[in-house]
């Protein structure tokens, strides 16, 4: 079996996949014993192509490490907020409207403040006409609102890429998945800082977000120029938006 647009393994919607001959080592057939051909052609997996946003706490409380922020760059040292999209084995660090600042290496990079994982799954973002051309780009907004535990504001994280930024860093998204690393960075790896610019106390926080995305049509395009029976009369045309909210909890402390 062969997989167009395979990574990781993984088959998703949006992905086009067809059997191949035996000689070619499939082991598959049909009810009736028919074996596949060279002649087979691909076939569109489907499923659900709707646009998520998912955020995971990565620890339930932080504190600050030796060490962290090694590979931050210089550009974002004084950032209240870092935003980087993992893929592979490194960080992508990203401004607020999503230009590509610089890199580190995931596996030796580590922060000292509270982090959130963010999964934006949008999978026509990966699907292309048959001459090459990528389809749809993608206006993505993030706000993050945190308080204290008593409900009082603290400070708001904001991002928004545009479509044209989007385009410029379509490489960072791997399958249809967006996956974004956001840090409250400790400043002088001693505590994160609020609007204000002091530095938070040992605490609990809430931290609610607000998720936007919306597709845009990247190339004009007919029904027979792709696999996804979808048309496209104008550039920027809007095809599709979503939007989401959710709330989580967390820890800091500091050091003694």
């Known amino acids: 079996m062969f997989i167009y647009d395979e990574k990781q393994n993984v088959i998703h919607a949006g992905d086009r996949i067809r059997l191949v001959p035996e000689l070619l080592g499939a082991s598959y057939s049909d009810k009736s014993n028919n074996i596949p051909t060279n002649a087979n052609p691909y076939v569109r997996v489907t499923g659900d192509d709707n646009i998520r946003f998912a955020v995971k706490l990565v620890k339930p409380v932080s504190t600050p490490k030796i060490g962290a922020y090694a590979g931050r760059p210089e550009a974002l040292k004084n950032d209240a907020f870092l935003t980087s999209v993992r893929i592979g084995d490194k960080n992508n660090f990203i401004s607020a409207n999503g230009t590509v600042m610089g890199q580190s290496d995931t596996l030796t ?107 845009v049509c990247a190339t004009t395009f007919d029904e027979s120029s792709n696999d996804y029976k979808a048309t496209c009369k104008a550039v920027g045309d809007k095809v599709e938006k979503a939007s989401d909210n959710k709330t989580k909890t967390f820890g800091f402390k500091r050091k003694k």
Not at 118 to 124: A, E, G, K, L, R
Not at 167 to 187: F, H, I, P
Request: proline share 3%.
């Open 109 to 215: 990079y580590f922060s000292a403040g509270p982090e959130f994982d963010i999964d934006i799954t949008m999978p026509s973002a990966s699907f292309m006409t048959h001459d090459g051309k990528y389809m749809y780009d993608y206006r993505i907004k993030i706000a993050m609102d945190l308080y204290d535990n008593l409900g009082q504001y603290i400070n708001t994280y904001n991002l928004d890429i545009s479509k044209e930024n989007f385009a410029a860093m379509r490489n960072l998204v791997d399958n249809g998945t967006m996956k974004l690393y956001l840090e409250w960075a400790a400043k002088d790896n001693e505590a994160p800082v609020a609007k204000k610019g002091n530095k938070i106390g040992t605490g609990a926080f809430i931290a609610k977000f607000d998720f936007f995305a919306e597709a």
